[in-house]
C-alpha cells in the first residue's frame, strides 16, 4: 500500500466491523493497481453515525461502504437536501455505498443486487434472468436486493418464502411486481418448476442452524445459489451439486458488490479474478 499526503481515502462504517472483508479486498486492489490510498475499517456506533460521515467529508474521503447496521440511515441521510440516489438504492431503501462529491454531498448507492447478479453470471456462464421462476429463501435485507436485481435483470416471476410469513408479505407489497408468496413448509414444493434458487438467509452458516431443504422437485435445469460464504460450500449447495445443479457460491456476491465504490473513489475498475478469491479465503478466520 503506497501512501502519501495526497492519498485517496475510503473505508466501511459498521458497528461491529472488525468481521468485514472488506478492507483486505479492497486493499488486494490497492496493491494490484499501485494505488495512493487506504481503506480502512471505521466502527461507529449508530448514535454517532450521522456526525461520522460527516466528519469523514471533512477529512477528505472520497466516500465509504456502509454495513450493519447502518445501511437504512445511510439512505436517511441522502435523502437529505442536496444528496442523491440512484434508482436502485430508492427501490431497496437501503445504501451500502457513499461516495462523497467535491461540495461536500452524499451520492448514495445500493451494491448488493449488482454483486449477486454479476456473480451469477460470472459463476454460470449463459444464465440469464429471464429463463424462469426463482425461489427466494428468506425476507431480509439481502432478500430485498435479491429480488429487486432480480425483477430489474428479467426475472419473470418471484416466489418468495420466509420462517415469518408476515414479513415475507411485507416485502412483496413494498417491492412490487410479480411476487408472490408461499408458507415456509411448503418451499420444498415451490421448488417446482423454477429456474433459480437462492438461499438468503443465515440457516446453513458456520454457527448457525442447518438450513433443510427437500430438492425432490427442483429440476435439474435450475441454478442454485447461497449468499452465504462460510463455510465456501454450503450443505445446500453441496446436495444440489450432488443431484446435478449448477451451483454458485456467495463469495463473489461480496466481490462483485464492491467493484462500483471502488471505481468511484479510486479511479480504477478492478477485476474479481481467482487470485482475488484465494486472497479473501485465505484471510478467513
Not at 170 to 179: E, K, T, V, Y
Not at 242 to 271: I, S
Request: hydrophobic share 45%; with cysteine.
Amino acid at each position: 500500500m503506497m501512501m502519501t499526503g495526497k492519498a485517496r481515502l475510503a473505508g466501511v462504517l459498521g458497528w461491529p466491523v472488525s468481521h468485514s472483508q472488506s478492507p483486505r479486498l479492497h486493499g488486494f486492489w490497492l496493491d494490484q493497481h499501485e494505488i495512493d490510498g487506504a481503506y480502512l475499517p471505521l466502527p461507529v456506533a449508530p448514535e454517532h453515525f450521522a456526525s461520522a460521515v460527516r466528519s469523514l467529508i471533512h477529512l477528505g474521503f472520497r466516500g465509504a461502504n456502509v454495513t450493519v447496521p447502518h445501511k437504512e440511515a445511510a439512505f436517511r441521510l441522502c435523502q437529505e437536501q442536496g444528496n442523491t440516489l440512484t434508482a436502485r438504492a430508492r427501490h431497496v431503501g437501503s445504501v451500502n455505498t457513499l461516495v462523497f462529491d467535491a461540495d461536500g454531498h452524499l451520492h448514495g448507492d445500493t451494491t448488493d443486487g449488482f454483486g449477486f447478479v454479476e456473480n451469477l453470471r460470472a459463476g454460470a456462464p449463459g444464465w440469464q434472468a429471464g429463463t424462469g421462476p426463482a425461489l427466494i429463501l428468506g425476507a431480509g435485507g439481502a432478500a430485498r436486493s435479491v429480488i429487486a436485481a432480480l425483477l430489474e435483470a428479467g426475472c419473470p416471476d418471484v416466489i418468495l418464502t420466509n420462517r415469518s410469513r408476515d414479513r415475507a408479505e411485507a416485502l412483496a407489497a413494498d417491492l412490487g411486481g410479480p411476487i408472490r408468496v408461499v408458507d415456509w413448509d411448503q418451499r420444498g414444493p415451490a421448488c417446482a418448476g423454477i429456474a433459480l434458487l437462492v438461499n438468503t438467509t443465515s440457516l446453513g452458516m458456520t454457527g448457525q442452524p442447518p438450513l433443510e431443504m427437500d430438492l425432490s422437485a427442483l429440476p435439474q435445469s435450475a441454478l442454485v445459489t447461497d449468499i452465504v460464504y462460510a463455510p465456501l460450500e454450503t450443505a445446500l449447495l453441496a446436495a444440489a451439486r450432488l443431484r446435478g445443479n449448477v451451483v454458485v457460491d456467495g463469495l463473489g456476491m461480496l466481490l462483485h458488490q464492491a467493484r462500483p465504490g471502488f471505481e468511484a473513489w479510486f479511479g480504477v475498475a478492478p477485476a474479481v479474478t481467482e487470485a482475488l478469491r484465494t486472497h479473501i479465503i485465505s484471510g478467513k478466520k
